[in-house]
């Protein structure tokens, strides 16, 4: 018989959860429909999530900690679509690169209000922009995990695998965040076209090589 105490902690985790995810999302739309973070009070946020003021401060502690929970939340889910490429990376399969990079480009789209408040947020608040690096930081060790599984495999240039990880890393966020966060959907496309031509060229061997 499944105990009742560990039911009740599963429920509250739950409600917490999905709590959390309600704030965050009123706070994307406020974001996409032009306000900007600073100056959002947390009434205004507590408003949109049908929820009130005092109940906000139960499950956040403050507006900081809100965006630290937004970097968390968008940068685990790029690190999770980027998992497409880096168990592959050995294959040397321009395909599976370019689906990464896709899935990569459709998370700045999808998420593009998210990212532009923890760019503000991390503007001025150092715990926002110590989240930002740490996470960011997870996604270019992977990175180069993933460079150095090619270059084992002997697919891959003798590229130095921290560097080029960190470069290829900022390169693509720069590009999200710059060419498709706020830009036309009908250039996604050719924005990964470019990038998976970059990437692949830069890491793996060509006949030439």
Known sequence: MPSVTRSDRSSRRDRREAMERRVLAATEQLIQEGAGFT???VEKLAAVAGISRSTFYVHFEDKSDLARRMTKTV?????????EWWSTADSADREHLQTALTSIIDVYRR???????VVEAAAYDASVAEEVRSQMQSIIEATRKAIELGQAAGVMRAVEPAET???????VERAGYQLVRMSDPDGDAKIVSVLTD????????????
Request: avoid cysteine; glycine fraction near 2%.
């Open 39 to 41: 100056e959002l009070s």
């Open 165 to 171: 990880a960190a470069v290829l890393t900022w390169m």
């Open 198 to 209: 970059v990437i692949f060229s830069t890491l793996y061997r060509l006949d030439s090589d």
């Open 111 to 117: 998420r593009g209000a998210a990212f532009t408040m």
């Open 75 to 83: 940068l685990a889910e790029l690190e999770t679509v980027s998992r």
